[in-house]
Structure formats: structure tokens, C-alpha cells
């Protein structure tokens, strides 16, 4: 390996770990704030307000997933299937509560879920780079779609 190729290659496994965990922690503090300051019978009451199809299932589904799937990100366990998962998570998100309302976040609009749900989608494609728990410790064990 060429040192040019040295270095890029540790950039890309700096950046993907900065990106996961910041990605992921973001997730991760919507997720607790869900299901802990809002409640989960609170977050189903907003889903429902907001037109959410099948809040008493919806709400904890996303609660949960973005919870555990930016823990998963953070860590870089299974880190396609999570970023996939957190990725479909903000489409929906965009689709059915952000668009109406615009580009900008606050009017309500979509810019940071669909910032969010690109760089899950990046993490999806690319996986979690050297420094995750998927590279570490699964080490190819796992499919190559799920870590």
C-alpha cells in the first residue's frame, strides 16, 4: 500500500467514525427523548396529531428504532442494517410530517431528517468503517449487508 493510500484510507476510517457517532448520537438523544421526556403515550398522541398512520405502533416502532439504532450506529454494530433501517425512518418522517412545511427546520421542514436520513443511508452503503464493534469483533462472521 502506497502512503498516499495509507492516509486515505485512515481519513476514511476517521470520517465514517466521526460521522457514526455523531449520526448515531443524534438518533440515539431523539430516540431517548421519545420514549423518556415525551413519554411514550406522549410521542403517540403527537404522531396521531400529526397524521401518522397507526401511532399506537408507530411511535414506540420509531422510538425504539431510533434509540437502539443510534446506539448500534454509535458502537458500529450492524451498522448497514441500522443506517437502512434510520434511513427509511427519516423518508417517512419526511413524507408524512416535514415537506408540507418546506425546506427550512424551523418552519418545520425537512432539511435536518433529510440530512439525518442521508448520512444513515451513507453509513448503509459504506458500513462502519475500522473503528466499529462490526470490523473489530464480527470480523466478516456477519453478512456483508448487515455489518
Not at 418522517?93 to 425546506?103: K, Q, S, T, W
Given at each position: ?43 403517540t ?9 397507526l ?91 448487515l455489518?
Amino acid at each position: 500500500m502506497t502512503n498516499t493510500t495509507a492516509h486515505t484510507s485512515a481519513a476514511t476510517a476517521w470520517g465514517l467514525l466521526v460521522l457514526r457517532v455523531v449520526v448515531g448520537g443524534i438518533f440515539f438523544a431523539h430516540g431517548a427523548q421519545k420514549i423518556f421526556e415525551y413519554t411514550l403515550a406522549g410521542t403517540t398522541q403527537s404522531f396521531a396529531g400529526m397524521g401518522v398512520p397507526l401511532p399506537e405502533i408507530a411511535a414506540p416502532f420509531v422510538a425504539f428504532l431510533e434509540l437502539i439504532g443510534g446506539a448500534m450506529l454509535v458502537l458500529g454494530l450492524f451498522s448497514r442494517l441500522a443506517g437502512i433501517l434510520l434511513a427509511v425512518d427519516m423518508v417517512v418522517a419526511l413524507v408524512l410530517v416535514h415537506l408540507p412545511a418546506g425546506f427550512w427546520v424551523g418552519e418545520g421542514g425537512y432539511e435536518f431528517v433529510a440530512l439525518l436520513g442521508a448520512s444513515a443511508l451513507a453509513i448503509a452503503f459504506t458500513g462502519a468503517g475500522r473503528f466499529s464493534v462490526d470490523r473489530g469483533v464480527l470480523r466478516g462472521r456477519a453478512p456483508a449487508w448487515l455489518a
